[in-house]
């Protein structure tokens, strides 16, 4: 009988209680700032260093790079630079090991494809998904000189 009074008051007391569930196509998500969404591009910024490709754990990263087309200036330049969505884990870790942060997170999320090809993005998608970057890209709470006192 005890048992049954305290399932009655669980349940009368989750029947008040205010309702957490969001109308989530009609109510956008807000995400919290540190929230690792899909990478945003930036092929200006790119040395064609290949970190981030070797680093990729899920190897979904294909970057090359071609001499660049001014014979004053040295290095490369981005040719392609593509990413498999289909096994992106979305680690962060491609961002992090960016010298010149030319690949950074954004807030984006929603990949949802009725095709296995269309989570193949390729530099211009990429580059296009510029809206919700992340402000603080690869500050994780680390002082921004030398740690010593």
């Not at 990729?56 to 014979?71: M, Q, V």
């Not at 392609?80 to 997170?105: G, K």
């Not at 269309?118 to 970057?133: A, G, H, R």
């Amino acid at each position: 009988m005890n048992g049954l009074v305290q399932g009655l008051g669980v349940t009368l007391k989750s029947m008040v209680s205010k309702k957490v569930t969001t109308s989530y196509p009609d109510e956008p998500i807000v995400m919290p700032d540190r929230f690792r969404g899909i990478q945003h591009f930036i092929p200006d910024l790119c040395i064609v260093c290949n970190q981030c490709a070797r680093i990729c754990p899920t190897d979904c990263i294909t970057l090359t790079g071609k001499p660049n087309p001014d014979p004053a200036k040295k290095g490369k330049v981005i040719d392609t630079f593509d990413i498999n969505f289909e096994i992106c884990i979305l680690c962060d870790l491609c961002t992090e090991v960016c010298p010149t942060e030319a690949i950074v997170m954004t807030n984006h999320f929603e990949l949802s494809a009725y095709s296995r090809d269309d989570l193949f993005k390729d530099v211009q998608w990429l580059t296009d998904n510029d809206t919700l970057v992340r402000q603080d890209n690869n500050n994780i709470g680390a002082p921004a000189k030398g740690g010593a006192k």
